[in-house]
């Protein structure tokens, strides 16, 4: 009989270190604590999102920040896309932090519904601080940093972009929603992009202004992508 399953994960050239809680027999599971690696030994990290997003001064295409709940924290990342023409027969596709898999879907989704011809395009994503998340709440940033890259065109430096997105190019709602936001909003982020249904469901005042969005469309039109 197990009472507690706990992983420490991290890359092993970046100082970040997260304690994974994956099964207690007595409370919540999936629940997280980030810690850095210093020489003295590992050290908490109270504020994990102010951390990641510490360096983050410029908006270059292909850059994003993506809202993610860890447990019942929300944790928001910096999400990297690069694209660039393949001197290959097949392009690639490299995905660090988060499943191959999802982003081939997504690359997809942006060939057949946008028609962003990725056919002979490499890509490359990066989640910042070598953290692995594995949610569909980035969805809608990898679309959105993929584009960006392909178009050469910045996103605003204060946009955070949360959702889902379908195989027709919807968008669709996520979990703690409000968490998510509260978090964006405590860091200085003025423009929320997410799901229009989820934005229907919101009660609270809040000083970001909200864009709700039914499909990658929308999402893409408002940053000027397309």
Known sequence: MVDTVLYLEGERYFSYRILRGVKNRFGSTNEIGMFEMQDKGMTEIQNPSSVLLGEREENPPGSIVVASI????????????????????????TANGIDYNRLTLLIAVLEKIVGMPFGNQDVYLNIVGGIKINEPALDLGIILASASS????????????????????????????????????????????????????????????????KNIYEAMKYLKLR
């Open 150 to 213: 392909y178009k050469n065109i910045s996103i605003p430096l204060e946009t955070i972009a949360i959702g889902e997105v379908g195989l027709t190019g919807e968008v669709r709602s996520v979990n703690m929603i409000e968490k998510r936001i509260k978090e964006a909003e405590k860091l200085g982020f003025k423009t929320c992009i997410i799901p229009e249904s989820n934005k229907k469901q919101l009660k609270g005042k809040y000083t970001a202004t909200i864009i709700g969005v």
């Open 70 to 93: 860890e447990g019942t924290r929300p944790i928001l990342v910096e999400l990297q896309a690069l694209t660039s023409q393949t001197i290959f027969g097949f392009p690639r596709r």
